[in-house]
Nanobody, 124 residues
């Protein structure tokens, strides 16, 4: 019923910038929060940035001051601007959303969704 479609990612040199986008597709009623996590093999998934309904934003400590998350209300999407990238930012980035949607039982269903992940590699 709902799908998160990720775009962006790829290879960038240290100090460079890269944008990620995530769009929710389907019968979405309300997005409670939406953002990005990342994971390195052998490590736990960690918060990168999240947009919260009402306009709040939270960032992981390692990206504060470098990454900016913004919401595109018209598209049920968030955009992550990643600046001053470092090799340690290399990871698979996953979009996550907590939302209400219209499902088989009406328009009050609630669920968390994950995207399929997109690779970001910071290397010279």
């Amino acid at each position: 019923q709902v799908q998160l479609v990720e775009s962006g990612g790829g290879l960038v040199q240290p100090g460079g910038s890269l944008d990620l986008s995530c769009e929710g597709k389907g019968n979405i009623v309300l997005i409670n929060h939406m953002g990005w996590y990342r994971q390195i093999p052998g490590k736990e998934r960690e918060l990168v940035a999240v947009w919260i309904s009402g306009g709040g934003r939270n960032y992981g400590d390692s990206v504060k001051g470098r990454f900016i998350i913004s919401r595109d209300n018209a598209e049920n999407a968030v955009r992550l601007q990643m600046n001053s990238l470092k090799p340690e930012d290399t990871a698979v980035y996953f979009c996550h959303a907590d939302l209400d949607y219209c499902g088989d039982y009406g328009c009050h269903e609630h669920k968390e969704y994950w995207g399929q992940g997109t690779q970001v590699t910071v290397s010279s």
